[in-house]
């Protein structure tokens, strides 16, 4: 402390005994503690009572820690009631994403949706995430839909008569019937070569047979007169993947004991490389069954189908038979929903089924 009451005519003794009982070299960092005790120090036992101090109470349902609810205080709340209000929000849960309003012409011009940056982690996450955003919006909005990897919005008519209507509804589900639609989607791709016991197994083994090929030839390009597949190996790879798509094709999905945690009905169609189709890696698989290269597979399971379970294993199941018990119909059946048929391409996987999220599996089966 620097400030002294003496006059400028003090005598040394004078000027000696105040320095001497100056205290506030002494209480000087104690008093600059104390001062930014509250907004900068804020010890753990602090922070309870400064959350309700600041009246930030209504986080604590949603945020893990006092410490990162007093993190949000002065920023959350300068610009709580916007999307960057929604924005800080969500990094404190872990998540981030865009808010999307629908046109202003529709009638529910206030609600929003998010497009997330990932799958929800845990269901607790969604209350979180609800919660934080709730809190973080105007009053006239309203959170209407969160959504990663599979967003399917209603068809809405064009500018006429039938503008006014929306066509079906936006995909996804509520938990316990109730909040906002989530809607996610999780893709699994995997190749396998089919070998001769497996085709031999379904009923449809062809042996190869040896025919000119293009790699044979041993005169100038301008003479030959066959194409670069002779029509034996085509025709052959013709025969065997009508065989498959005619076949019924369900998808395995099984525990780390090998029980079967379900089964779901399956598209299989006939492909060859395109630049459009199904999309499969970098690449396109486009349905053809006059020189397919293989067959593709595909499922995408229901919001809930097999909720509770963790897959470790995925199968395909060919040309099983449908138990009586079963509904006609069922796409998604339980483990006594099939009898019979021969079981390929058994692949290792981790999918945890949610309510909200469906898993979208490929198999591209080569001959």
Known sequence: MNETLLPSNATPIEVALDLAGDQAPKIDPALSYISGWKHIVQ??????YLVQEFGM????????TYAAILALRRPWCEVRGTHEAVNRGLAIVGYSGTLKDPPARRLAWAEFQIDLNRVRDEREDLFKIAGIVDLSIPVR??????VHGHDVPASEGCRT???SSILSNDSGARIGGKGPKWSFGRNYQFSHDLTEAELTAMGIWIPEIDGSRWADMHFPWVSATFNWSSDVEQARRVALAASLESLPCWFRFSDSLDQTIGYRK??????TQGLAGYAFGSDFLKPSLANPIGVHAFVRTGFGDGFGSEATSISLIIDADVTDQTKPGQLWL???GLTGGTEIAAQPVSIVFGETVREHVQFFLRF
């Open 334 to 336: 339980e483990p006594a």
């Open 43 to 48: 010890p753990p036992d602090l922070r309870p």
């Open 161 to 163: 008569r039938l503008s």
């Open 57 to 64: 109470g209504v986080l604590q349902p949603f945020v893990e």
């Open 141 to 146: 909005s309203t959170f209407r839909r969160g």
């Open 266 to 271: 399956a598209v299989c169609r006939a492909v």
